[in-house]
């Protein structure tokens, strides 16, 4: 798939056409700081993700609370990034972009000393509301900065929050189990460097917007029937169902699962784990340029289906395959969400914010969701059990071969 063009790329924006000029092709600096706050923002929540054990221990927590909690951040992110991003889409908020960075801190540093069970839950609100300020905007800000290749710029964007939830467990493993929950204070330094770049990138934001007149863009925008929309829509939602019900389970309980049926240690369990998130981050990078080149819907059909013999084999084999059968998992299933936002983005056009606002939302509800249902089943059958039923949530991705082929459809219509 070819790079449009400024112009048109600022139509599928939502935003007035500037006078037309020579494709200038992705602003890499731009892409790079949205990319690094990316990871800043999700290396945060990570944090949160990982010291579950130390949580569960200290604070005395079953399954089905470290699922709930799990539920609390993620449903608060999910209900309120669609309708942030429904606003901006209409008021774009450049400045608002620090303050998603200053909750996600006061978030963690509520976490670092919180002394009950409902400490920890306003927490993962904070962290939450964090995520919901960040995503819409800096989405759009990648699509904007662009240069048409828009799965190339979810993948520069995605990919630093990717990478920062693959460390997270690290800095758990290296630095915050040696020294306790407190320690989780220090990364507050790493947000407020977070809210300096966003800063930066709110000013290239603002110049942006006001160097394009007012203009009546919505009249180069084609609007599909509201029936059509609808059902691709979930489909699209099926689909990441099965995707982020099996992230959650790696997410919320593969250390506790490494632990119990291998029998190692905390800290081993936490490493093993960064090798499903550094699968994620490369598998984040390679979606959205491999859908550029041959299509989003073919990226999105491999991805989740192709995950199934992976997934299957996982519970039954040993610890070293057990490792690198969760890496390649993690790789292929994350190479769909950036062809699934470009894709969303391309099925309603002109609603950038709310598109990415929805796409990032489900991934928040859905991932919490999966952590509560997760949790409780895991305290009925065993965490075990848990892996053998998860193991077949792939299978969903059947259901890609019922969406539609915009690729195919632009190049009839060409």
């Not at 901006?88 to 909750?103: K, N």
């Not at 099926?238 to 632990?259: E, Q």
């Not at 606002?357 to 919490?368: E, K």
Request: with cysteine; net charge positive.
């Amino acid at each position: 798939m070819t790079a449009t063009d400024p112009a048109t790329a600022n139509a599928v924006d939502g935003t007035a056409p500037s006078a037309p000029r020579v494709a200038s092709g992705p602003d890499y600096s731009v892409l790079g700081a949205a990319s690094l706050s990316h990871f800043i923002n999700d290396m945060t929540q990570s944090l949160f993700l990982a010291s579950y054990p130390l949580l569960k221990g200290g604070f005395s927590l079953s399954f089905a609370q470290i699922g709930l909690l799990t539920l609390t951040y993620q449903v608060t992110a999910s209900l309120l990034q669609p309708l942030i991003g429904r606003f901006t889409d209409r008021h774009p908020l450049p400045y608002s972009l620090p303050f998603g960075m200053l909750s996600s801190l006061s978030g963690l540093l509520t976490l670092a000393f919180a002394t009950t069970y409902p400490m920890l839950q306003v927490g993962a609100i904070l962290l939450g509301t964090g995520s919901s300020i960040f995503h819409p905007e800096t989405s759009r800000l990648a699509r904007l900065a662009s240069g048409g290749a828009h799965g190339l710029a979810q993948s520069v964007f995605q990919i630093g929050g990717n990478a920062g939830n693959a460390v997270g467990p690290l800095l758990i493993a290296y630095f915050v189990l040696p020294q306790g929950r407190h320690a989780l204070a220090w990364f507050a330094l790493t947000s407020l460097l977070g809210m300096i770049v966003m800063t930066g990138l709110g000013r290239w934001y603002h110049a942006h917007l006001r160097a394009r007149p007012a203009g009546k863009a919505s009249a180069t925008i084609a609007v599909r029937p509201a029936g059509y929309v609808r059902r691709v829509m979930a489909l699209l939602i099926a689909l990441m169902v099965s995707k982020f019900f099996y992230i959650a389970s790696i997410t919320s309980y593969y250390i506790f699962y490494l632990m119990h049926h291998f029998g190692i240690a905390e800290h081993a369990a936490q490493v093993d784990l960064f090798v499903f998130l550094a699968g994620m981050a490369i598998g984040t990078l390679v979606g959205g340029p491999v859908g550029d080149r041959i299509g989003r819907r073919k990226v999105i059909w491999v991805s989740i289906l192709g995950a199934l013999p992976f997934t299957l084999a996982l519970p039954y084999v040993g610890l070293t395959a057990t490792v690198a059968l969760s890496g390649i998992v993690g790789l292929i299933l994350s190479s769909a969400f950036p062809a699934i936002v470009v894709y969303g983005q391309e099925l309603i056009p002109g609603r950038v914010g709310m598109v990415s606002g929805l796409f990032f939302g489900l991934a928040f509800g859905l991932g919490g969701l999966g952590a509560a249902l997760i949790g409780v089943l895991a305290d009925q059958v065993g965490i075990d059990t848990v892996y053998r039923i998860c193991a077949f949530l792939p299978v969903i991705g059947l259901l890609a071969v019922f969406l539609p082929d915009f690729d195919k459809v632009q190049r009839s219509e060409g």
